[in-house]
T-cell receptor, first 112, second 113 residues
Framework: NAGVMQNPRHLVRRRGQEARLRCSPM?????VYWYRQLPEEGLKFMVY????????ESGMPKERFSAEFPKEGPSILRIQQVVRGDSAAYFC??????????FGSGTRLTVV | KNQVEQSPQSLIILEGKNCTLQ??????????LRWYKQDTGRGPVSLTI?????NTKSNGRYTATLDADTKQSSLHITASQLSDSASYIC????????????FGKGTTLSVSS
């Protein structure tokens, strides 16, 4: 069991480009969560998804950000027209709905 | 507003010493409280998880306590090692399992020789 896999580990984008972050949950986990961690800050909840459904997106910015968890393949967090303020570490966690959360190692997005 | 506050913000101790980190929360209704360790550049790793009916839980040199009445938790680290240098994050779930977690900002622990 390889755990929660996130890629890429590091991503550099110019302002205005799109960023796509991928997360493959642990085998058997059907719940995926995305969190953002700004420098010197704690992790902040963004969105909670189950297969093909968004359950809670209360932490997602209203514009430019979207997330999906298709029936097949990884969950994708997509940021359109990135700005410098989007630079952060983005963590994905997966759960089997039995209290167990496992985090990935994160994707560090730098917008130049 | 559901919040998780941790103290101190940072802590420096000598190798071999003990230390205690604090967590206060206002999350309600409360489901469970977790302590995570986050090494620099890595994702958080679970240390302990406690429901409202549990007062203490240990994981090796880590012992967590929970007082659900006062909404306080502590993480005690015994005989600290250099590898304990990390950020320790208190996380509270306010609803049933399978929903989002509320994170504290963490305590940064530095263990020096």
């Amino acid at each position: 069991n390889a755990g929660v896999m996130q890629n890429p580990r590091h991503l550099v984008r110019r302002r205005g480009q799109e960023a796509r972050l991928r997360c493959s949950p642990m085998k058997g986990h059907s719940h995926v969560y995305w969190y953002r961690q700004l420098p010197e800050e704690g992790l902040k909840f963004m969105v909670y998804l189950q297969k093909e459904n968004i359950i809670d997106e209360s932490g997602m910015p209203k514009e430019r950000f979207s997330a999906e968890f298709p029936k097949e393949g990884p969950s994708i967090l997509r940021i359109q027209q990135v700005v410098r303020g989007d630079s952060a570490a983005y963590f994905c966690a997966s759960s089997d709905n039995n209290y167990g959360y496992t985090f990935g190692s994160g994707t560090r997005l730098t917008v130049v | 507003k559901n919040q998780v506050e941790q103290s101190p913000q940072s802590l420096i101790i000598l190798e071999g010493k003990n230390c205690t980190l604090q967590c206060n929360y206002t999350v309600s209704p409360f489901s469970n409280l977790r302590w995570y360790k986050q090494d620099t550049g890595r994702g958080p790793v679970s240390l302990t998880i406690m429901t409202f009916s549990e007062n203490t839980k240990s994981n090796g040199r880590y012992t967590a306590t929970l007082d659900a009445d006062t909404k306080q938790s502590s993480l005690h680290i015994t005989a600290s090692q250099l590898s304990d240098s990390a950020s320790y994050i208190c996380v509270v779930s306010g609803r049933q399992a399978g929903t989002a977690l509320i994170f504290g900002k963490g305590t940064t622990l530095s263990v020096s020789s």
